[in-house]
Each structure stands twice: as structure tokens, then as C-alpha cells.
């Protein structure tokens, strides 16, 4: 570490006094210089990164200078309740469509690679795990689906003239329906609406699926990579339309014993079940072809599979088929709490065999989600040695552009140079199977709709009730609180009775150390950079410049910029500023003249380099001569220093999470988007 900080050091006072200026000339010729359509350019070779987007949730009816307590749409506002230009962070208001703009267009102007880099795509996909329209907050603007469905265009043509030729993966918010959280099983003029509207994204032969349900699959690297993209509604317990995956057991057992039938004549035989029912038989005969054909898969939904989002039936078994698969699911990734936060999620066998740790207590008196996180984490095994990986993985949730707290997008990158499909499914790899068939329980009690062996129904109470809506606007559904209810759910782990404790998984575990999920090697997750925007300095900024100019004309209130700052990123330091090291650096550019050689840069070095830029101007301590040395904020970046994303990577992550108090708190203020909320 000392000597990369000395090396990094000496990068820095190499940089010129004009950095900045220049920088940001060089962020407006990237922007000028990726205009032209990617058709008619050749084909680029892969950047090893994807966007995650999340929660845009623009409102055409956002009035700044109005009243936070009043949705942000009308009224004289008092003290520290006055609605912001860019938008109002840590309230119950959402985006003016401008921070939706603005925030794209950042990402667009940052991430394309300038003229002359080999790469032409700033992005090789985009995610984009729904709640597209505004909430269903004031009964003065009541939604209506036109305008849903409006808003949902608008988006997707805003990512998409950013981005051309990048693919885009959509996915249904609870909020992307009318009335929001309901959703029936398809086909249905709904589901018709946004089968139209997405049919660039949606592969033809995904369309009788999508029209069923919603979900799909698409291949986004040929024979490489796939996403599936999940309708985490029927799974949602706030939708009371659906059974809640009624009778889940049973038709596993039919489909296990059936195997070989094709996801789509399994669809059409399921076509009388629940819908949540229905989607995990199709999400799990998607990863059995998916594996045999040796892909990799990210899935993503909207909704997180938490204890406290799902019904108990649909989070058991899709937990249950995730884990079944963990040689192909490389990574899960959810929008709609807008925290940022990971999640680990257990086999039942792994509590079954755990020894008692006399040191952990596990009587659960968490009252926020942080504390449902700690203590999921306190409870993991306390050394490496003692964990079997193949009974774990992970999940994330990502915040939005959304100011709940405060605007943010993630920026992935993944390993595009190792083989792809070891330890897989794939002809040849065959990963290591675990079969605990012959101990399969007949017995079915889930038709019950209150029955869940693994979740007790006293682990399903909220920590405190929802508070009521803001008594100071009568005509508001909710206030900021209130839509926080969903931190306020149980979202740990549920303890598994003694039944089920007994009876080990019927199901064939499908697991491999050299799969991507637990080492780095073809598609594996590298790591993400997390950015945030500072919307207290952008409004200020903006008040000032009106201030010294006058009235902001129509143009000017349209065509304004934001700039995103670097909130953390998981890579080693080495990883991150590595681009900044004259050697390194050469290599860099040795790979740009030869496209076919690829080197991991998480963050081009033109941003990095404005990053400390913007940090060597605020005072720092004075411990040490070095300048990257006096800056805390620029170690901390990196403090979680992973070489990848492994469920080895992220159990050791939780470890140290529970061990270092320092680093917890930094964690939990991250949660929030250090916002300053606590829960």
C-alpha cells in the first residue's frame, strides 16, 4: 500500500495546475465525439463494463420552488421545505424530469470513450430494473396508465438515444402498473402495452413467454452471457391479486421428475397456477438450459428477494432455485428500496451443519435494515476454513436516480478474458452436482396460504407500524416516511424449524469451484464503482448562478449539467488507480492500439483523475507528506479492496463487516447514500 500511495503521489503532483479545465474539455468532446450511430461503425470490442439504472422515477408535475410537504407540485413553502431545481434529496418527492436528463446525459459524457480508444460503446449493456414513472403520491395529480405508460417511453428513449446500439434489458417497477403493487397473470392489455413498447429488447422467441408474464431472457454476449429479467410482482406480498406461489412444492416435484421438457411447453402446462408459481417452474427450467449450455447469467428484477418483500412461499423457493444453480447465476441485482446494500443468501443445510458460535446472539430485536443486515452477517460462519461456499450467494440492491436519498448509478465490470463455462454445465464441464433426492419430503403442507416450514409468523410483524401520512397535507398518500416503509419490514434470514432441519434439499445442487460465481475466471463480476450526485451543492450552485445571471431562460433550465462524484468503488486500490501508474498506463494504451487484448480500467482514467482533483482542494489531515496520503475520504474509496465479487469474496466482506466497527459505520452510512439517515 505504502508503495502505491507513494507511486500515486507522484502522479499527482505530475498532473498540471489546469487539470481541471482541461478535464472537463475533454468530458465535452467525448460527448460531441460518440454521436454518431453505432450501425455504421465496426463492430467494438467489449469494455467489460454494464449499467445499472434504477428508479428513475421522473414527475412531469415537479414544481421547484414549491412545497417538499405537498409532494413537491404546489404551494407556498416555509423554511427548509422549498422544493430544489434538480430535485429535493431525503424527501417524498420525485425527479424532475431535468435530474433524469441531466443524470443520463452525465453518464453518457463520463463513461463513452473518447475518439481514437479502439472502443466505440461506452457500456457492452445497460440494466434498467424499472419504476419508470412517478409514485402515486398526491391525489391532486392522480396517475392514470396513459401517463404511466408515457413515462415509461420517455425513459426508454432517453437511454436509448444515449446510448445506441448498447443493449438494454427492461424490467417491470411496482410502480410501472396501475394501481401500483397489482399486477394479474398475462396476457393482459398491460403486459400488451409494454410487450410494444420493448419489442427492440425483447427477443421474438421470448414474446409468448413475455406476454404470459412479463419476464424474459436475452442473450447479451452470444453463447456467453445471458440476463433474465424477472416480474418480481408476483412474488411481492403488497400485490393481492396472486396466491403467493401456492402448491411451489408440488409442481418442483413434477417438473424435476419430468426433466428435459422445454421452459416454454412447461409454461403452457402451468398455465392454470399462480403466476408467481408459474414464473419460478420457468425461471428454473431457464438456468437448467441456460447451464447446459455452459452461459453465465445475471438475473434482475425490481424487487429484492428479501424475507420481508416476498411472500414466504416465493422467497424459499426462489432462494431454493438460485442456490440449486449457483454455478450459473453470476450475479443478482434489484432497484426499489433505493439502499445499497448486499445480501447473502443460505442453503438450509448450511444451518443444519453450523456449529453454535456462543459469542453471536441471535435474538432478533433489529428495529432498522441496517440491524436486519448486521445481524445476517454476525450469523455467517466466523472463519473462512469452516464455510462450505457451496451453500451460499449473493445478491444486491442498487439506489436510484430518485432522490429518497440521493441520486446514484453503478457502473459494473466483469472478467471478458478468462474461459468461459468452467465448471459448468457445458459439454465437457460438467460442475460438481450434490443430489439429496432419495431424502425428498412427499408431504405438501404449502397449499396452506399461511404455511412457510422456514419463516414463523411472528417474524413477519414490522419492527414499528407504518407512520400515518404527513397531517400537514391532507392531499399526499404518503409522506417521505411512509414510503419507507418497505426498510421498516423484516428483511433478515428466516431460522428453519425442526422439521425442516430434518429433511435435507431434494434437489440437485449444482455447484463448482472453478464456476464464475466463486472464482474469477470467464464472465465473473470484477467489481462496480458507486457514483452519487451531491443535489444539496447542485441546487445551491444553481441558485448562485441565477443569482449572478439572472433568470435561467427555458433553454438554460433544459440543457443544465451535473456531475456525479466517486462514492466507493469494491476494488483494491491497485485495481482503481491503477490507470495512473506509468506502467500501467503504458499497458493501457498498448491495449487501445490492440483491440484484442484486454485490461481490466473500472474507471477511465480521465475521471479518476478529477476525482482527485476535487479532493486536493479540500483540506485534508497532516500525517504524512504524501499528498494522497493526507486525503482519508481517497483511502476510504477503496477500503473494501476486493480482487472480484465470489461468494468467497463477499462472505469475507460480511466478516470483516461485523469486525470492524470504523468500517461498519461507513457501511451503513453508504446504505443511505451517507445521506445522513439512519432508518
Not at 427548509?80 to 431545481?85: I, K, S, V
Not at 472502443?119 to 457492452?124: T, V, W
Amino acid at each position: 500500500m505504502g508503495r502505491l500511495l507513494l507511486a500515486l503521489a507522484a502522479a499527482t503532483l505530475a498532473l498540471s495546475t489546469h487539470l481541471t479545465a482541461s478535464l472537463t474539455a475533454h468530458l465535452e468532446d467525448s460527448s460531441s465525439s460518440s454521436s454518431s450511430s453505432s450501425s455504421s461503425q465496426p463492430a467494438s470490442p467489449l469494455t467489460g463494463r454494464f449499467l445499472h439504472l434504477t428508479d428513475l422515477h421522473p414527475d412531469v408535475h415537479y414544481q421547484a420552488g414549491s412545497s417538499i410537504s405537498k409532494g413537491c407540485h404546489a404551494g407556498k413553502p416555509k423554511k427548509h421545505d422549498r422544493a430544489g431545481h434538480w430535485g429535493s434529496p431525503v424527501s417524498g418527492c420525485d425527479s424532475p424530469r431535468r435530474l433524469v436528463e441531466a443524470s443520463i446525459e452525465w453518464v453518457k459524457r463520463a463513461w463513452t470513450p473518447p475518439e481514437g480508444d479502439g472502443r466505440h460503446a461506452a457500456f457492452d449493456f445497460i440494466i434498467w430494473t424499472g419504476d419508470s414513472a412517478r409514485h402515486d403520491l398526491d391525489s391532486l395529480f392522480p396517475r392514470t396508465r396513459e401517463e404511466i405508460y408515457a413515462s415509461n417511453k420517455w425513459c426508454l428513449d432517453l437511454i436509448s438515444a444515449a446510448f445506441p446500439g448498447v443493449p438494454i434489458v427492461p424490467n417491470l417497477g411496482n410502480n410501472d402498473v396501475f394501481p401500483h403493487n397489482i399486477m394479474w397473470g398475462g396476457p393482459s392489455e398491460l403486459i400488451g402495452q409494454y410487450a410494444e413498447m420493448w419489442d427492440e429488447w425483447v427477443p421474438e422467441w421470448e414474446r409468448h413467454t413475455f406476454q404470459l408474464g412479463g419476464y424474459f431472457t436475452v442473450e447479451v454476449l452470444q453463447g456467453r452471457l445471458a440476463v433474465v429479467s424477472l416480474n418480481t410482482l408476483y412474488w411481492y406480498d403488497s400485490n393481492k391479486v396472486v396466491d403467493g406461489c401456492k402448491g411451489i412444492k408440488r409442481e418442483r416435484r413434477k417438473l424435476h421428475k419430468g426433466r428435459g421438457r422445454s421452459s416454454s411447453s412447461a409454461s403452457a402446462s402451468s398455465a392454470h397456477l399462480d403466476p408467481g408459481t408459474r414464473q419460478l417452474l420457468w425461471l428454473e427450467a431457464q438456468l437448467s438450459q441456460l447451464r447446459k449450455r455452459g452461459l453465465a447469467v445475471h438475473i434482475i428484477g425490481h424487487v429484492p428477494p428479501t424475507a420481508g418483500n416476498y411472500f414466504p412461499r416465493c422467497y424459499a423457493a426462489y432462494t431454493d432455485i438460485v442456490l440449486d444453480y449457483q454455478d450459473t447465476v453470476v450475479g443478482q441485482h434489484f432497484g426499489h428500496m433505493n439502499v445499497d446494500a448486499f445480501w447473502v443468501q443460505e442453503d438450509v443445510e448450511a444451518e443444519r451443519r453450523a456449529k453454535k458460535d456462543p459469542d453471536v446472539d441471535e435474538t432478533i430485536r433489529a428495529t432498522t435494515l441496517t440491524d436486519d443486515l448486521r445481524k445476517d452477517y454476525a450469523v455467517l460462519p466466523r472463519r473462512a476454513k469452516e464455510v462450505n461456499e457451496s451453500y451460499y450467494h449473493y445478491f444486491f440492491t442498487a439506489p436510484g436516480i430518485v432522490p429518497t436519498f440521493v441520486p446514484s448509478v453503478r457502473v459494473w465490470t466483469y472478467n471478458v478474458t478468462g474461459n468461459v463455462g468452467r465448471g459448468m454445465g457445458s459439454e465437457g464441464e460438467q460442475g460438481e452436482t450434490e443430489d439429496h433426492a432419495e431424502e425428498e419430503d412427499d408431504e405438501d403442507p404449502d397449499d396452506s396460504p399461511d404455511h412457510h416450514p422456514a419463516y414463523s409468523s411472528a417474524q413477519l410483524v414490522l419492527s414499528s407500524p407504518p407512520p400515518s401520512p404527513d397531517s400537514s397535507s391532507p392531499h399526499l398518500g404518503a409522506s417521505h416516511s411512509s414510503r419507507l416503509h418497505s426498510l421498516r419490514r423484516k428483511h433478515r434470514r428466516p431460522k428453519h424449524g425442526r422439521r425442516h432441519r430434518r429433511n435435507r434439499h431434494p434437489y440437485p445442487r449444482h455447484t463448482s469451484r472453478h464456476s464464475p460465481s466463486r472464482t474469477n475466471t470467464g464472465m465473473s463480476l470484477l467489481g462496480y464503482s458507486q457514483w452519487k450526485l451531491d443535489l444539496d451543492w447542485a441546487n445551491d450552485e444553481w441558485e448562485r448562478q441565477r443569482g449572478e445571471r439572472g433568470v435561467h431562460s427555458e433553454k438554460e433550465k433544459r440543457e443544465g449539467r451535473l456531475d456525479y462524484r466517486l462514492e466507493y468503488a469494491t476494488y483494491t486500490p491497485e485495481t482503481l488507480w491503477g490507470s495512473l501508474l506509468p506502467h500501467v498506463d503504458a499497458e493501457l494504451n498498448a491495449s487501445r492500439s490492440k483491440p484484442s487484448k484486454e485490461l481490466h480500467e473500472p474507471v477511465p482514467r480521465r475521471l479518476l483523475e478529477r476525482e482527485i482533483a476535487l479532493r486536493s482542494s479540500d483540506p485534508g489531515s497532516s500525517y504524512s507528506s504524501s499528498p494522497l496520503a493526507r486525503l482519508p475520504p481517497l483511502k476510504w474509496l477503496t477500503e473494501y479492496g476486493l480482487e472480484s465479487i465470489s461468494v468467497s469474496s463477499m462472505l469475507g466482506l460480511a466478516r470483516r463487516l461485523v469486525k470492524e466497527d470504523g468500517l461498519w459505520k461507513r457501511y451503513e452510512g453508504r446504505v443511505y447514500g451517507e445521506s445522513g439517515w439512519r432508518g
